[in-house]
């Protein structure tokens, strides 16, 4: 008998959206992507909770009308960014879920679950949804998964970025690479352009010039890639992590309230002042509709029953308006394509295919301007829109895998997206935006006489003064002598998921003494593991509460559908004495009626006692000689009670051994204090191929200087 082999579980690839997600997995020589338990390719990137549950994905989007304050959406928009920051304050006042802020200024989610208030960050919102998707995989694959690698806007930051990465720690899964979402979809490209083609070795040498826009809901990425024989070099990448289709939503929202306070004599923003959460949501779910139809028809109409104080609000909205409202967002699209073409050095000609993603990139005006720009050049649609990124993601991860064979052999070479400097007297750029990734820069520091410590200070940005760009954070070095002049060694490390890193180390002579001590960063610090164990635990817990909650509903709709089936059964015997039973129907029907949502940790010792009070009646009944009809309904009848009883013995045990542990809420008023990292290794083969020179500056660094 041939041994048999265990195969390790296959990694997935996940694209994070901000509207809808999606997940693959590559197998059979091919990508699969990942239905979910209603069938569908993407989930809605959704979180809801109400008075009996927690709901994910399709469940989540279809009550945000009824439940706005608790219907959490888009938060990816606020991941990993600061609470005070413009762009986050522009976002919340269109949000139909309060939106507070810690010490830390981390944007915090707050609402009402089981009749308490509740607070949750971004990270754990986020993490819900990639557990989300994690359940789904493993219910298709019937394995458990723990590795994946996820996509990424190209334009996210690095606190977005370890934000993601820590929101997928919380979901148990370890990120093997955060991927560019344009790469991946390059990627997706490349694999569909070879298999698709009769001469594949022809076509895998042939050396192409690509394209990626990349609009989604919630950004907007435009990379340039040169792909010859399965090499995958990124040239060049800009985007906007604020500018998708939610903008665009927001733009007609707003339009629609202005058209309101005319038709109403209404001062401006007063209506918007005074629009409720559940109006909000009514009107954005109305103007997303009307933006896609307008995608296929000229006109499209907005119709919304009792939008305030029982106004009804009725108007038109023509594609020609649309594109008017949004003129400056579809310009700043194709600014940020001619920006792309400058950084890579590139002519628009120079360009062989252009590949549009994402779903606002279906808009035919965004469609129509870049065919302009390009001067006639046609889109390819060849590739899934939505799953392109997925696709992509899960073939990294085939590749990094290393467990099969027939995975596709392709090299990607990334880029940084965001430039990397130190403030000193010459304020040094150390790693500039679109350089190649992984990298390791060094920066040889001679301190001053009897100098004990000093401090770097990081930013990353684009901006002419070094202060006005993102401070990451704070790398302190303390030294175990002050000898004069020894000089010290610095290095500043990005890795090939884009997250940047610090460390180290003294030079003296004849040995490196390494003071491996990691950057203190000024916002979104790194989770400890005691911190993402307490996540992960309270994740747990509420996943708990939602399958007892399944339980006890569908030991509930078990009970309805029984009593049914017993009542016909009551019906054909003639027993003169069946008004016991009958009653006991009555009693457990007006029981369940009273408790539509099996709400309750009691529900399951009530369900027990009418579950044998019936059984005590129907028994009482069969043994005072029944016809021979009523004994041929009881046999099923009696199956029906065996059933009935193992479930309420289930819910029983689930109510005794369920813990009554609470998640206490996040207090705003208390400041997350900053956690060090453990630093990465500096990578002396990457520093050799590293096409930027070792670096050596001498300063001489003051006690005050930062």
């Known amino acids: 008998m041939a041994e048999k082999i265990n195969t390790p579980p296959p990694p997935i690839g996940i694209d994070l959206g901000t509207e809808n997600s999606c997940v693959g997995v590559w197998r059979n020589e091919w990508v699969e992507i990942i239905p979910n338990q209603h069938g569908n390719k993407t989930t809605p990137s959704c979180v809801a909770f109400t008075d009996t ?15 706005p304050s608790n219907t959490i959406s888009n938060v990816k928009r606020l991941l990993g960014k600061r609470f005070s920051s413009n762009n986050v304050q522009k976002d919340i006042k269109l949000l139909p879920f309060k939106v507070v802020s810690s010490l830390g200024d981390e944007p915090v989610i707050s609402f009402q679950y089981q009749g308490n208030e509740k607070q949750f960050s971004t990270l754990e919102i986020s993490s819900m949804v990639l557990r989300n998707l994690r359940d789904t995989a493993e219910a298709f694959l019937g394995c458990p998964i723990e590795n994946a690698v996820i996509a990424v806007p190209a334009c996210f930051n690095d606190s977005q970025r370890l934000a993601t990465v820590q929101a997928a720690n919380i979901a148990g899964l370890n990120v093997m690479r955060i991927i560019n979402e344009p790469t991946a979809a390059a990627i997706a490209y490349g694999l569909d352009n070879i298999e698709n083609n009769d001469d594949k070795k022809q076509r895998r040498k042939k050396k192409k010039n690509i394209l990626i826009f990349d609009l989604g ?27 998708g289709g939610v903008d665009f939503d927001n733009k007609l929202i707003i339009h629609c309230i202005e058209e309101l306070e005319r038709k109403h004599n209404m001062k401006k923003g007063q209506l918007s002042s005074n629009l409720s959460p559940k109006a909000y949501a009514k009107l954005r779910t109305s103007c997303e509709k009307a933006k896609r139809v307008l995608s296929a028809v000229d006109e499209a109409h907005i119709e919304i029953d009792s939008l305030i104080k029982g106004v009804d609000f009725y108007t038109s909205i023509t594609r020609a308006t649309f594109e008017g409202l949004n003129k400056d967002l579809f310009e700043k699209c194709i600014c940020t394509v001619d920006r792309c073409l400058e950084d890579a050095n590139m002519y628009r000609s120079s360009i062989d295919d ?59 070479n990334d880029i940084t997206t965001h430039s990397l400097g130190i403030e000193t007297p010459k304020k040094v750029l150390m790693i500039p935006r679109n350089t190649a ?6 920066a040889v520091v001679v301190p001053a ?18 202060r006005d760009n993102n401070l990451l954070g704070q790398y302190l070095s303390s030294r175990n002598n002050a000898i004069s002049f020894v000089p010290y060694a610095v290095y500043f490390n990005v890795d090939q998921s884009g997250i940047f890193t610090i460390s180290g180390e003294d030079k003296v002579a004849g040995q490196r003494k390494k003071r491996m001590k990691d950057i203190t960063r000024d916002f979104m610090p790194m989770l400890s593991r005691k911190e993402i164990k307490k996540m992960t635990a309270d994740a747990e817990e509420l996943k708990g509460k939602e399958g007892e909650y399944k339980q006890r509903l569908e030991a509930k709709n078990e009970l309805e559908s029984f009593l049914i089936q017993l009542n016909k059964s009551i019906k054909m015997s003639k027993d003169s004495h069946k008004k016991k039973i009958v009653d ?19 529900f399951g010792d009530q369900f027990g006692e009418h579950v044998n009070c019936l059984k005590k009646e129907w028994d009482g009944m069969l043994q005072r000689s029944p016809p021979p009809s009523t004994v041929m309904m009881a046999n099923s009848d009696e199956s029906g009670f065996a059933k009935l009883i193992d479930l309420a013995r289930d819910l029983a045990k689930s109510s005794t051994e369920s813990k009554p542990r609470t998640r206490n809420t996040r207090k705003t008023d208390v400041a997350r204090q900053p956690i060090q990292t453990q630093p990465a290794q500096p990578d002396p083969q990457n520093m050799q191929a590293n096409r930027w020179p070792k670096i050596h500056y001498s300063f001489h660094w003051s006690n005050k200087s930062g």
């Not at 001067?375 to 099969?404: F, M, P, T, W, Y």
């Not at 006991?584 to 940790?601: F, R, S, V, Y």
């Open 449 to 466: 006489e009897h100098q004990m410590d000093y401090t770097i200070k990081v930013y990353e940005g684009e901006r002419t003064r070094i």
């Open 437 to 442: 990734i992984p990298t390791t820069v060094e």
């Open 354 to 412: 252009i590949v549009v993603i994402g779903g606002s990139a279906r808009i035919p005006k965004v469609r129509e301007m870049l065919h302009n720009f390009f001067e006639g050049k046609d889109l390819s649609r060849r590739i899934n829109s939505d799953e392109a990124v997925a696709c992509g993601a899960a073939i990294q991860a085939a590749i990094l895998s290393g467990i099969n064979n027939n995975v596709p052999d392709l090299i990607v």
């Open 217 to 243: 809901s919630g950004s907007l990425d435009v990379s340039i890639l040169i792909m010859e024989k399965g090499n995958y070099k990124v040239k060049a990448t800009r985007g906007d992590a604020h500018l």
């Open 584 to 602: 006991a129907i009555g009693k457990t029907m007006k029981w369940l009626e009273n408790n539509p949502q099996a709400i309750g940790d009691e």
């Open 53 to 67: 549950r927690r709901c994910i994905g399709e469940a989540a989007k279809n009550q945000a009308i009824t439940n």
